[in-house]
């Protein structure tokens, strides 16, 4: 069993960054690939960002591309979504997932954290 936690949250101005890190309460021999979703009041739950266990690999939703960056620290359980360029439509909760691939497909993600809000005003 894997338990995510997500920090970083919080209220933030349009144009402006945060930073959410997500830590994995003990390590597995188990090599977890990481993804970031977040769900909007509302809507469905949508892919942000995943990345494989060696970091060399990631995937970013489109609406993400080039404001967003994902980054993992094996040595310390924790991943990282660097947000840039926020925008009043990122507003969501935030939820890391660890899974078996780096997917976009929230069903290949078998543990998931409770997620960190995110506010974005105009």
């Known amino acids: 069993q894997v338990q995510l936690v997500e920090s970083g949250g919080g209220l933030v101005q349009a144009g402006g960054s945060l930073r959410l890190s997500c830590e994995a309460s003990?390590?597995?021999?188990?090599?977890?690939?990481m993804g970031w979703f977040r769900q909007a009041p509302g809507k469905e739950r949508e892919f942000v960002a995943a990345?494989?266990?060696?970091?060399?690999?990631?995937y970013f939703a489109d609406s993400v591309k080039g404001r967003f960056t994902i980054s993992r620290d094996n040595a310390k359980n924790t991943v990282y979504l660097q947000m840039n360029g926020l925008k009043p439509e990122d507003t969501a909760v935030y939820l890391c997932?660890?899974?078996?691939?780096?997917?976009?497909?929230?069903?290949?993600?078998?543990?998931w954290g409770q997620g960190t809000q995110v506010t974005v005003s105009s």
């Open positions: 003990a390590r597995t021999d188990r090599r977890y690939a």
């Open positions: 990345i494989n266990w060696g970091g060399g690999i990631t």
């Open positions: 997932a660890a899974g078996r691939a780096a997917a976009m497909n929230a069903d290949l993600y078998d543990y």
